[in-house]
């Protein structure tokens, strides 16, 4: 039988065409095409994985960038596929729902953790394993927003699988009571796939809808106005962030349990 290992180290540049040697020890991870060509037009470094599942890029400090897709099956797809390069630290930039009054379109979350709703991070632990960040990377990216002089909110996302929720008045009751700050579809399922193959994980969501409001559903025009008032900024700080980190060559991991 294959090892994870084996099977990893052929998959990973199989999904994103990138040698495993582009690979960097930190990496950005997000949802959307647009990221990952402004960060190549940034840094001008080659765009892998044009004609793949998921596209990747590194520049010249080493940091990388990867669209993994859309998903919670899709995050622990590319979570389980980084064990074949072992980074040191791994960054979402994504995009969630707000659903308190207190966040609105174009704020910042530093979720604190992230309710599994999605069930795909049940086949990696217990439900009752918390879907957690790393408490030291996520000190590097909330350093990085204020030196923007950027607010941001910290609390409980919650991730679902389900798409299209935004008409359903009960699953809106639930998540009221259950008092989370936003929802997204990719956040626990990158923690707890993060927690089981030991790699430091964050994630940096950008407020892009407020779905619970009566006017604030996501659409195309709506979403475009997000990506041209906000989507530079989230980037930057985001690789920022990283770069420091790898810079400064701190440690993120404190203890191995």
């Known amino acids: 039988m294959l090892s994870k ?68 099956s899709q995050a622990a797809t590319i979570m389980d596929l980084l064990t074949a390069v072992a980074p040191k630290g791994v960054l979402f930039l994504g995009k969630c729902g707000g659903l308190k009054k207190s966040t609105e379109i174009g704020h910042f979350i530093l979720p604190i953790a992230a309710i599994r709703g999605e069930g795909t991070s049940d086949d990696y632990f217990a439900h009752e394993v918390p879907a957690l960040p790393s408490f030291k990377l996520h000190k590097f990216v909330s350093n990085k927003i204020l030196e923007h002089g950027v607010d941001y909110r910290t609390g409980v996302v919650y991730t679902t699988n389900r798409r299209v929720w935004e008409h359903d008045e009960a699953f809106h009751q639930k998540l009221h009571d259950m008092t ?44 475009k106005r997000v990506t041209a008032d906000w989507v530079n900024l989230h980037l930057k700080i985001g690789i920022e962030a990283m770069t420091e980190l790898g810079q400064k060559g701190e440690k993120i991991k404190h203890f191995r349990y």
Not at 200 to 217: E, H, I, K, Y
């Open 5 to 72: 290992l084996d099977i990893t180290r052929n998959w990973l540049p199989r999904y994103t065409g990138m040698p495993l040697e582009r690979f960097g020890d930190y990496i950005l991870l997000t949802n959307f095409s647009n990221y990952v060509r402004e960060f190549a037009n940034q840094f001008d470094c080659d765009v892998y994985g044009e004609d793949r599942g998921m596209q990747a890029a590194t520049n010249s400090s080493g940091l990388t960038i990867v669209n993994f897709g859309m998903g919670s």
């Open 180 to 223: 989370c700050i936003g929802i997204d579809m990719e956040t626990a399922t990158l923690f707890i796939v993060g927690h089981a193959n030991e790699i430091s994980r964050g994630a940096l969501l950008l407020v892009s809808d407020v779905p619970v409001t009566p006017d604030g559903v996501k659409t195309e025009e709506s979403d």
